[in-house]
Structure formats: structure tokens, C-alpha cells
């Protein structure tokens, strides 16, 4: 290396939405990554880290903004976070394909005074449109480095470690003057960027400052207003106030300067063939909308042939471990309870840790997939306007759907989903989509309480649950997603391009990965408590704490239309939705242990339906359908939200409020039911 350095060298990597940010990041640190928020902020910090020469190298994947003004919380952090000097250097990315509007960021991260490395990303498919974009000359222009890259190819990162060193070694900042010229044009601008402090702010240049008083941002009008003297005050708020449509004209020297920086940079034509067939399929108002359900719903079939190796691997555990451990503990003398707490609790946990996860593996690999081609923003096109209704964008489609399936995989579908707000709002709106495992259980005791009947409880749920969705966007909606961010989108669709295997799979393992282990933790808790609660020394059920709790608080439950048998297997439910039959079947046919039938695959009796018929009246059935259904979907689920949302707040208040609203759905449709059944 060129320099020596003596301390953890920190890279800032800063880009728009689509740029190529978050592959560049996983190609450099790999699995050695976490995800957080961002202190006091509902924004999502990632940070990683590679080793190079011996010099360990920290990157921050900035959030992904089109701009560094004061519109959002991920603007404002972005930019404080260069400017404040945590990043020896940050590197700009820009879709080579399409500079004209890419480098808009570069042009407003000018006269901030951080080192910089430029990133074209998307050579190879610039190159393939016929352009020539010659990287020399534009360096030239700007006195930073500039990389021809393609941020996919993992194993041609050379050129980046060069003009990193180089960056780091020569520490230069971005070359205003050219756009510092045209700025200077526009009326009133010279006078505000005089008023300017003189050394700056930060890192924050005058010309910087100026630009963005100019533009109205409110935080840097305020900052710069406090740091004058007292009698230069009055005229700087004259000067700010006396300025019209600001950000519209710097705006159009920021695309002036693009327009001069890319004369002689960038030759060749773009070889424009319109929209394929596929495409125009994709995008049409008629077809657009069923080509992407099917693609969606085929996706979601298709994430259960990679699924299936983790949930063979899973259901074998526990009669590969539980024999050998129990004999063993048996041998040095462990006491019963011990054996127990390791065979059932610990094997169980990891059992059902290991099944359920292999969900989240097939649907990160699928949607990362159709995300990785370019499809993903066909999908958010057709589907946005839809969308919007419940103050979320196209790409929330794809969650609720998979949510058909599996909530987890539905919870994971997020992160396709760049505003965290929205993202959160479609998970508690996809925790009311009916799960696969629902559809296990409710068929089963609608047919044997209604008969032929049956199909209408079915359309009932599916329009609750629609109804569900609509409340639940307005308890939440207005918390997590502001009015500005309500609006339709404007989008350039993306090429298509063919997936870099090797980047997706270490995307696919790192998020499985951390699933894994929130999800073991969670269940483990679960699993110990209920352990615990349904433990007695002979097996015998009405020995346990729980079977006791439960006679005891049925004159509670019944206010909700269950006794209190349903109600404990209602609470089961939000462990697993398949564990409600069989802790029915244990507590009314004593077939297992409540732990077993909550956790494991424990038998049900084979006359179960008449068993429930003889103690269950119909109007309570019909309210134990409904309070199921809508629960908590599992504690995996719940995990994966607090993987996606990093908040344990919004993820205990969206828990709570499941259950408060299944309690109550429980409680209407009991009593109504009551009059007619």
C-alpha cells in the first residue's frame, strides 16, 4: 500500500436507490456485517468490514437517497454523516448506464469537503447500450478518482483497491469550481454564499451551504442563521426569503454541469429498441398486474424446492439427537427434569428453528432473484397506484403474496422495500394475510362444525382479512409513513440483467443467517416457558401449571367465547398455527403433552372432530376459527419482523395489537354467532 495508516480506515459508500450500493457492499464484506438503526432515527444503519494488507477497512452502506437535501430522515443522515468526518473517504456511485440522471447525487454532494472516489457501476451494461464512457477525462474534470466498475464482479475489484489507495493517499475533494461558476449566475446566490461562514460547517463547504439556503433546506437555514452575528441576521433571512423556486434553479446548474462534465466523457449512441414484448406484457395496465401475480405466485412454489432440504434436515433432528442424548444423559445419572430441558426444549427449538428457516432461504433466493434481473421494478410500476391506496408503493404486492404461503417469507420479502416506514406498515399489514399453516387447521374445523357451509367461512376470512388490512394501514399508517411519501412514483426501468450467482448467494446466506439466530432465540424462550408451564413428572396434563392456569381463568376467556381449552390453544397458535389441533387433541383426548403439540409434530386422535363436536358449541368454534386466523402468524415471523425492522418497539406494539384484535374479532363473532347458531 501506498500509506501507512495507523487506525481503522472507514469508507462511506453513497449512491441513489438502484445504484449498485448494496452489492458493492456485500462484495466486500461479505457475511462479516450487521444491520441496526441509526441512533434516535427509524433509518437502517448497515456496516460491514474486509481486511486488506493487514489494514482492517469498516464500510457504511448510507441509505440509498436521489439527493442530499433535508426531505427525509435517510437524506439528513446521509449527509451529516459524510460531512461530520466518520468516513476517511467516500465513494459515489453512479449507473454508468445512465449518467445523465445518476450523477445528479455527485453534483449535489459538491463542496463537501470529503475525500471521494467516483464508482461508474454498470459498465458492462453501458457497454452493451454502445456507449463509451471514458473514465480519464472525466477524472480530470472532477481531480478525484474515477473507476470503470462493475460492482457484481466480485473478483475484478482491483481497480476500486487502487483508486482507494489512491484516494486515501492523495486525500482530494471534488472540483466545484466549474458548477461554483453557474451558481454564481443566479440572482441572490453570491450575496448568501458571502454570509456564509468562511471555513464552512464541518465539512460543509460555503458554496454548499449557500446552495441549500438557496434550495429552502430548513435544517441548514437554521444552522447557518445561528452562527451569524446578531445584526447580520435580519438581512440573511431577506436575502433566503427573497429567493423563488431556489432548488428548481439549482437544480438545472447541477444538470448543466452533468451536461459538461459528460461532453467528450461519453460517446457512442444508446442502441434504443423500445420495449421487448415481455416488457410491454409487463407494463400494461391490463396484463401487467395477473403476469406479475403469477410470476409471484410461481416464485413463491418454486422457494419451497430450495426450502426443502432445511426442513428434511430439520424434522430428522429430533430422531437423530433425542435417542442418543437421552440414553447418555440417562447414563451419568441426569436427573428426568434435566433430560427434558435438553431433549425437548433444546432439540424441539432447533427442530422447528431449522424448518421454518429453510422458508426464509427460499424466498430471500427467489425474490433476490427476480430483484437481481431487474423484474422487481416491473412489479412496482404496475402495482403502485394500487398500492398507494394503503400508503405503500408497488413492491408491497410482493410481500402479501408470499405471505399466501409463509409469513416469514413474507416479513424477509420486505427488504426489497427502501423506505423503512413502508416497510414496517407492509409487514403488520401482511401479518392479516392468511398463512399455508392456516389453511391446515381452519378447513379442517369448518367442514366438521358447518359441512357444507363450510366455503362460506373461508370467503368470510378472506374479506375480514381484507377489512383487517385497510384498519390496520389507518391505526399505523399515518405513524410510519408520511403524506409527502404518499405520491405515485416517477421511475426509468432498469435493464434486465443476468444474476451474479455468487453475490446473491452470499446475500441469501447472510440474511438466512441472521433469521436463524433471532429466530433460535425466540423460539428457545417460547419454547422453555411452555415447557415449564406444561411440565409434570409423570406426563400426566391436569398435573401442569398451565392446565390449572387455564381452569382457573376460564370465567376471563369466556368473555371472549372460549373456554378455556380453546384459549390455550389459541395462545399455542402464536407459537405455531399447525399447534392448535394439537393441543386440542391433548387437552380433550390427552393424545401427548402441550409442549410436544406445540412444538413438535405430535399426533392428533383419530377421532378428533367428533371429540371437538362433543365439547365445543358451534358459535364458539366459529369464534376460535377467526381468533386463530388472525394471531400473532408464529414466533419465527415475529422474529423475522424484528430482523426487518430492527425495532423492538414496532414489533412488541404490532404483536400486542394482533392480539388484542383477534381477542376482539374472537369476542363479535362469538356473540353474533350465538344469535343464529
Known amino acids: 500500500m501506498s500509506t501507512v495508516q495507523t487506525k481503522e480506515t472507514v469508507i462511506a459508500l453513497l ?4 445504484s449498485g450500493k448494496s452489492t458493492l457492499f ?14 434516535g432515527k427509524t433509518v437502517e444503519q448497515k456496516e460491514g468490514y474486509f481486511t486488506r494488507g493487514g489494514v482492517k477497512y469498516t464500510v457504511a452502506d448510507l441509505p440509498g437517497t436521489y439527493s442530499l437535501s433535508a426531505n427525509s430522515d435517510e437524506e439528513i443522515i446521509t449527509r451529516d454523516y459524510i460531512a461530520g468526518g466518520k468516513a476517511d473517504v467516500v465513494v459515489i456511485l453512479a449507473d454508468a448506464s445512465q449518467l445523465e440522471r445518476s450523477l445528479f447525487m455527485l453534483a449535489d454532494f459538491a463542496g463537501i469537503e470529503t475525500t471521494a472516489v467516483l464508482l461508474l457501476n454498470l459498465m458492462d451494461v453501458a457497454q452493451e447500450q454502445g456507449k463509451i464512457v471514458d473514465a480519464q477525462v472525466l477524472e480530470k474534470k472532477l481531480g478525484i478518482p474515477v473507476v470503470p466498475f462493475s460492482a457484481t464482479d466480485v473478483k475484478h475489484y482491483d481497480g476500486f483497491y487502487t483508486a482507494l ?3 486515501l493517499s492523495e486525500r482530494k475533494t471534488l472540483r466545484t469550481d466549474a458548477l461554483a461558476e453557474r451558481y454564481r449566475k443566479l440572482e441572490g446566490f453570491t450575496q448568501l454564499e458571502a454570509m456564509m461562514p468562511t471555513q464552512g460547517m464541518g465539512d460543509y463547504a460555503p458554496l454548499w451551504l449557500a446552495a441549500k439556503v438557496m434550495e429552502g433546506d430548513a435544517p441548514v437555514t437554521a444552522r447557518v442563521e445561528e452562527l451569524l452575528a446578531k445584526e447580520d441576521r435580519a438581512k440573511f433571512r431577506q436575502l433566503a426569503c ?3 423556486d431556489g432548488a428548481l434553479h439549482t437544480g438545472q446548474c447541477k444538470f448543466d454541469w452533468i451536461d459538461s462534465l459528460l461532453d467528450r466523457a461519453v460517446s457512442g449512441k444508446k442502441r434504443f429498441e423500445g420495449l421487448s414484448k415481455f416488457d410491454r406484457l409487463a407494463t400494461s395496465k391490463r396484463w401487467g398486474k395477473p403476469l406479475a401475480v403469477a410470476i409471484i405466485l410461481l416464485g413463491l412454489i418454486a422457494s419451497f424446492i430450495p426450502a426443502a432440504p432445511f426442513m428434511i434436515v430439520g424434522s430428522m433432528l429430533p430422531s437423530l439427537l433425542t435417542p442418543g442424548l437421552t440414553a447418555g444423559l440417562t447414563a451419568i445419572g441426569a436427573p428426568q427434569f434435566v433430560i427434558g430441558l435438553i431433549c425437548d426444549v433444546g432439540v424441539n427449538a432447533l427442530y422447528f428453528a431449522i424448518s421454518m428457516i429453510g422458508f426464509v432461504f427460499g424466498i430471500t433466493l427467489v425474490f433476490g432473484f427476480i430483484e437481481e434481473i ?8 404496475v402495482f403502485d397506484n394500487t398500492m398507494a391506496k394503503l400508503g405503500l408503493q408497488g413492491k408491497a404486492i410482493m410481500p402479501f403474496l408470499v405471505s399466501f404461503g409463509c409469513t416469514i417469507g413474507g416479513a424477509a420479502g420486505t427488504r426489497v422495500i427502501d423506505n423503512w416506514g413502508q416497510r414496517i406498515l ?9 398463512c399455508a399453516a392456516t389453511w391446515a387447521i381452519v378447513p379442517m374445523i369448518s367442514s366438521v362444525f358447518f359441512g357444507v357451509w363450510a366455503p362460506l367461512v373461508i370467503v368470510g376470512i378472506f374479506l375480514v382479512a381484507l377489512l383487517h388490512m385497510w384498519l390496520t394501514s389507518k391505526v399505523f399508517g399515518r405513524q410510519l409513513v408520511k403524506e409527502e411519501d404518499r405520491t405515485g412514483i416517477i421511475m426509468e426501468l432498469p435493464p434486465y440483467h443476468r444474476p451474479k450467482w455468487g453475490n446473491l448467494l452470499r446475500y441469501v446466506f447472510g440474511r438466512t443467517k441472521d433469521v436463524l439466530i433471532r429466530a433460535l432465540k425466540v423460539i428457545l424462550l417460547i419454547s422453555l416457558i411452555f415447557w415449564l408451564l406444561s411440565y409434570s413428572s409423570d406426563g400426566d396434563v391436569t398435573a401442569s401449571v398451565i392446565y390449572k392456569i387455564g381452569a382457573a381463568i376460564e370465567p376471563v376467556t369466556r368473555i371472549f367465547g372460549l373456554s378455556w381449552q380453546t384459549f390455550l390453544a389459541f395462545i399455542s397458535s402464536a407459537v405455531s398455527k399447525e399447534a392448535a389441533l394439537g393441543v386440542l387433541s391433548s387437552l380433550y383426548a390427552g393424545t401427548g403433552t402441550i409442549f410436544a403439540s406445540t412444538v413438535g409434530a405430535a399426533g392428533q386422535a383419530a377421532n378428533l372432530g367428533e371429540i371437538l363436536v362433543a365439547n365445543i358449541s358451534p358459535a364458539e368454534a366459529l369464534a376460535f376459527i377467526f381468533a386463530v386466523t388472525f394471531n400473532i402468524p408464529c414466533v419465527v415471523a415475529v422474529a423475522s419482523t424484528y430482523n426487518e425492522t430492527h425495532s423492538a418497539k414496532w414489533t412488541v406494539r404490532i404483536a400486542i395489537y394482533y392480539i388484542c384484535v383477534a381477542l376482539l374479532m374472537s369476542f363479535v363473532v362469538y356473540h353474533v354467532a350465538a344469535l343464529f347458531l
Do not use: E, F
Open 374 to 381: 431487474g423484474y422487481m421494478a416491473r412489479i412496482s410500476y
Open 15 to 18: 449512491g441513489q436507490p438502484n
Open 242 to 244: 427573497a429567493v423563488k
Open 165 to 167: 489507495d489512491r484516494a
Open 426 to 434: 407492509t409487514i403488520a399489514l401482511a401479518w392479516a394475510v392468511p
Open 26 to 39: 456485500n462484495g466486500l464484506t461479505g457475511l462479516r456485517q450487521h444491520v441496526g438503526n441509526w441512533p
